[in-house]
């Protein structure tokens, strides 16, 4: 799943900023229509939504998730990815700088 870099994309120069700046990304937009969401998530509990599906990618550092319908909070570390279905609510732990990568569907 994983690339170290995208080709021919367009980048909004606008950042997306949550949680009082620590939760940001930028918004990656690829000429079939895809978007993609890269950034960085300071230590912190978060919960957000969702419209469409997506697949978080951890590209550095770790998360603790409590997807929907879980009792359970899972653990994904680089390299690791999740699925969160759309117009649904996930929490997320992150106890060291995570890195990630958003791919909505």
Do not use: H
């Not at 918004?27 to 960085?40: E, N, Q, Y």
């Not at 978060?46 to 590209?59: D, H, I, K, Q, S």
Request: charged share 25%; hydrophobic share 35%; with cysteine.
């Amino acid at each position: 799943m994983s690339t170290d870099r995208f080709e021919n994309v367009t980048v909004v120069r606008k950042a997306n900023v949550y949680y009082d700046g620590k939760v940001t990304s930028r918004t990656v937009l690829f000429a079939d229509g895809s978007r993609k969401t890269l950034g960085v998530m300071l230590t912190g509990d978060y919960e957000f939504n969702t419209g469409a599906p997506e697949v978080m990618e951890v590209l550095g550092g770790e998360m603790k998730v409590l997807l929907p319908g879980d009792a359970i909070w899972k653990t994904f570390k680089e390299g690791q990815s999740y699925e969160v279905p759309g117009n649904a609510s996930f929490k997320l732990r992150i106890d060291r700088v995570a890195d990630y990568c958003c791919t909505y569907k």
